[in-house]
């Protein structure tokens, strides 16, 4: 579903991707971890074109996203994108910031899109919401209305970038919940994210990043019990006792 082939990407002489290979099948979650600077947050950019990239090639669904020839506003409509800030719009109401995309990118009827604008929001515990703005929501049910905006436009893949990492802490488990719900309905998803538990119950393979390479890909059971790598050990004797 997701390919990257020998992505390298610099900004000046400071190369932030170098040689990226990587294969998410169809219905897999992969949890992108690695420590601050590594590069996760720009592969993460890369997979929709928000970043470009300098040599390589990302194929998302059969579609080469980089391709200068691609329609990226099309590309894009299908690949789902959560980010760190809920960048929600705060003169529109939740159901409105869930309707728009498909009214004004696919055309669809107004009353669809509402009706699945809130089986979405229902579905993510957000039913008594549907008219409340953004400043009247918390940060975990602003980010899990983003969740459902991103999910109204029917994308083949998520992409989240540290989804929860603006949450206070309680509010962390209720978005880290939704992406779960999406992860047995068999969505593809990469996530980057900080949330070792998470990454461990959830995803299929773990990618371990770091100073721009992916330096590890193994099953989560595999990666926290043995990691191969001593740059990986390294990193779960800080993240996993403290």
């Keep these: 579903m997701i390919t990257m082939e020998n992505v390298t990407k610099t900004f000046g002489d400071h190369t932030v991707l170098q040689d990226i290979q990587l294969h998410v099948p169809q219905s897999n979650v992969f949890a992108v971890i690695g420590p601050s600077g590594a590069g996760k947050s720009t592969l993460i950019r890369t997979l929709n074109a928000l970043e470009p990239i300098d040599s390589g090639q990302i194929t998302i669904n059969g579609s080469d996203i980089h391709n200068p020839k691609i329609n990226i506003n099309e590309a894009r409509s299908k690949i789902g994108f959560v980010f760190q800030s809920f960048n929600l719009y705060p003169f529109l109401t939740a159901l409105e910031n869930v309707t ?3 009214i004004k990118v696919k055309k669809m009827a107004q009353a669809d899109a509402e009706k699945r604008g809130k089986e979405l929001l229902d579905s993510l515990g957000l039913g008594d919401k549907y008219d409340a703005y953004p400043n009247k929501l918390s940060g975990g049910q602003q980010q899990r209305v ?4 991103a999910l109204a436009m029917d994308p083949d893949v998520m992409l ?5 990492s603006a949450l206070d802490p309680e509010m962390v488990t209720e978005v880290l919940d939704a992406i779960r719900k999406l992860a047995i309905a068999g969505m593809t998803m990469v996530v980057v994210t900080h949330e070792m538990n998470f990454a461990k119950e959830i995803c299929d393979e773990i990618v371990f990043m770091a100073d ?4 590890e890909v193994a099953p989560p059971e595999q990666f926290f ?13 800080k993240v996993l006792h403290h």
């Design 225 to 237: 019990s043995a990691p191969k790598s001593e740059r990986a050990q390294a990193f779960l004797s």
């Design 100 to 102: 728009l995309a498909p």
């Design 160 to 164: 989240f970038d540290e989804p929860t």
């Design 212 to 215: 721009g390479k992916i330096v």
């Design 146 to 149: 983003a969740i459902a905006r």
